[in-house]
């Protein structure tokens, strides 16, 4: 059996090898990690602020039979066979590791591997009717997600953020950048981290949703102030050939009189990959082309992407510096896809962004290349990154091997750009990335979806995954309006779903169309189709028209709700039962969203349909945005939706009326 010792606000448990170490963390929150080596390691990987513990509140008691730490409203109590259990203010136990039992595992599994890791898994009790939230982005269609296996590993339209938001009011944070997963199910969760060296988490409880998101902020970091000049529309498409082009596009936004608050330079502006630098044969003039789009109001976007061309300028002095990611067994080949200059596919390494040299390496480049020609946002793509084939356990990052550190790779990228940017003198830099990682929130990264399908069911399963990142503290969350491939701009099924898209990205945080549209004007990189409101016929145009006048008259609610959650913790985009927790109905709802506390939005996610049914919840009044009509709450109703419009509802006494 094991002991209990005390070391200042630390409780120990130790039975041979093993130890725990259980800490308050924060306002009612406990930090828990455990390993065979006796001491806890202070891993580069640890991301948790050291948060500030209310003084006063930190109790432990050594027992003869169990060990008690309460930190606030959050109680964990260690038995002498190790199990650990955890409860809040009124006594009620919220989670509990697995018991051991004759045949079953130990609740922490220590299982030896080369290099000093361990295969990690860690089992808790199931409980009837728990629900879970969060995890970062998974498009299986699903808001909760018990019942669920989730990998622990990044790829492209796949986020994984390893935060899990219970309905039983805790949060849990598994603080390991392996690759992994966590199963979800009906009579154990289990996380497993594949190779590490030590059990790391956070847990917080808090007696609402709202609450625990605060506390969760606390750990990993608020967002920062969003800019004012990015709460508008973003014009992307894959992509502007030339420096004219995106020009063209921009002045026809100003000559209809469209608001256009962002316009992006895509992939294969470059010479090479690698180069980060604008091509002169097709952008002869970046710094002129930047001071046009101020002039119009429009910042340019620039996309920048982590792989380096064997025929880039900067490949041999990267790859002699140890800037690059390696493999474990033979060539640094990482990437296969395709470049200027070269016929065909072929391989490319990644740089290394858990390098900080390799980070500010990539900066310098940025700097010299863009910066200086006064391009102040980047888009951050295939920053997972998007290795072909998937073997994390075959890369040697600085950090580390793949196993251990790869999901750390997009929140180090955003966090060499956020450091760059703020050292050069930007107050309020902001980047759009394809991935991240806990704490991505405060380095100022929007995250987008990925490379999703132009269909109806990629639509609706946007909704829930935007909804599960909200819930894993990403407040700032977009989509490719219209979904990004497959999309034939002469459909019918395409004009009739880049309106439902456009319809349901108005109300997301960043409003933004992308996409690469059919028919393409030939292989890639060549451009797609026109992507700009007007391409989609006469009838889609009037409606996405009046759509981007709207987000205009809605920018300054929408920046209310940003400035909390960058106070907060709490995303403006969120489930209904964040804001009534009371009302049992907002429970089953996945296919409905707040936007803010005042705005409630029901996309139409169904081709042909015209209208849907809705749930208003209890405690308020709702008005139709359209009608202006009253409903009590508590109740469903069937809201019609024809094609130019999608069922909003305002909080009575909300005032925002005049806007719709």
């Known amino acids: 059996m094991g002991r209990f010792l005390r070391d200042g606000n630390t409780l120990i ?35 948790l602020f050291p948060a500030p513990v209310p003084s006063g509140k930190v109790e432990i008691v050594l027992g003869a ?46 299982q030896h591997r080369d290099g000093g890791l361990f295969r990690i898994e860690a089992s808790f009790a199931a409980c009837d009717g728990e629900r879970f939230f969060g995890l970062g982005q998974h498009l299986n269609g699903r808001l909760d997600q018990k019942g669920c296996v989730i990998d622990l590993r990044q790829r492209n339209t796949a986020v994984a953020i390893p935060f899990l938001l219970s309905s039983r009011k805790y949060g849990f944070l598994w603080n390991n950048p392996g690759v992994g997963r966590v ?134 002095v990267m790859r002699q510096r140890g800037l690059l990611i390696d493999n474990e067994r033979g060539t640094d080949a990482q990437q296969v896809f395709m470049d200027h200059g070269i016929n065909g596919p072929a391989y490319y390494p990644y740089y290394d962004a858990t390098n900080p040299e390799a980070r500010e390496f990539l900066w310098e480049c940025v700097r010299k290349n863009y910066y200086a ?72 990264s929007v995250i987008w979806s990925g490379d999703v399908a132009s269909t109806f069911e990629s639509l609706q399963a946007q909704v829930r995954a935007g909804l599960n990142m909200a819930l894993s503290g990403i407040p700032w969350w977009t989509t490719d309006i219209g979904g990004f491939h497959g999309g034939d701009v002469r459909s019918e099924y395409f004009r009739e779903l880049i309106v439902r898209w456009f319809q349901f990205g108005a109300f997301c945080p960043v409003f933004r169309l992308h996409g690469y549209r059919e028919p393409a004007k030939g292989l890639l990189p060549a451009s797609g189709a026109d992507n700009e409101i007007w391409s989609f016929g006469e009838e889609a145009y009037g409606i996405l028209r009046g759509l981007l006048l709207l987000r205009e008259r809605l920018r300054p609610y929408i920046g209310r709700q940003m400035r909390l959650a960058s106070e907060k913790g709490l995303p403006p985009m ?86 719709f």
């Open 183 to 316: 199963e979800l199910g009906q009579n154990a969760t289990r996380w497993v981290a594949e190779g590490a060296r030590q059990l790391d988490y956070f847990v917080v409880c808090g007696e609402s949703y709202a609450e625990i998101l605060e506390r969760y902020a606390d750990a990993t970091g608020r967002a920062p102030a969003f800019p004012d000049w990015a709460l508008g529309f973003w014009q992307s498409k894959l992509r502007y050939e030339t420096q004219s082009e995106l020009l063209n596009a921009a002045r026809e936004y100003k000559r209809r009189g469209l608001p256009l608050s962002v316009i992006v330079s895509d992939f294969f502006h470059w010479s090479h990959m690698g180069d980060w630098e604008f091509d002169p044969a097709c952008w002869p003039d970046p710094a002129g082309m930047v001071r046009e789009l101020e002039e119009m109001g429009v910042k340019l976007m620039v996309s920048i992407w982590p792989t380096v061309s064997p025929l880039s300028e900067n490949y041999a």
């Open 65 to 110: 039979e169990e060990a008690v730490l309460r930190n606030g409203n959050i109680r964990a109590a260690v038995f002498l066979g190790g199990q650990v259990r955890f409860f809040d203010a009124a006594g009620r136990e919220f989670l509990r590791e697995l018991e051991e039992a004759v045949g079953n595992p130990p609740a922490r599994l220590f």
């Open 574 to 659: 969120r489930p209904l039962f964040v804001d009534f927790p009371q009302d049992a109905g907002c429970e089953s709802v996945e296919d409905q969203f707040l936007f803010g506390p005042d705005i409630l939005v029901a996309p139409v996610l169904t081709r042909g349909a015209r209208e849907r049914p809705v749930y208003l919840p209890d405690g308020t009044k709702w008005i139709d945005a359209r009608t202006g009509a009253a409903h009590p709450g508590g109740r469903w109703i069937t809201a019609p939706a024809p094609l130019e419009a999608i069922p909003v509802f305002l909080r009575s006494g909300s005032g925002l009326e005049e806007i």
């Open 373 to 444: 020609q006064g391009v102040r946002t980047f888009w951050l793509d295939n920053d997972e990154p998007d290795v072909n084939p998937y073997d994390p356990e075959n890369l040697r990052f600085f950090l580390g091997n793949g196993i251990e550190v790869a999901n750390l790779y997009p929140l180090l990228h955003q966090m060499g750009f956020r450091e760059g940017m703020r050292v050069a003198g930007e107050t309020e830099p902001l980047t759009l990335s394809r991935s991240g990682w806990a704490g991505s929130q405060r380095f100022g």
């Open 13 to 47: 448990w130790q039975e041979r090898q093993q130890k725990i170490w259980i800490q308050p963390w924060g306002a009612n929150g406990l930090r828990v990690q455990a390993n065979l080596s006796g001491a806890r390691m202070d891993l580069p990987q640890a991301l």
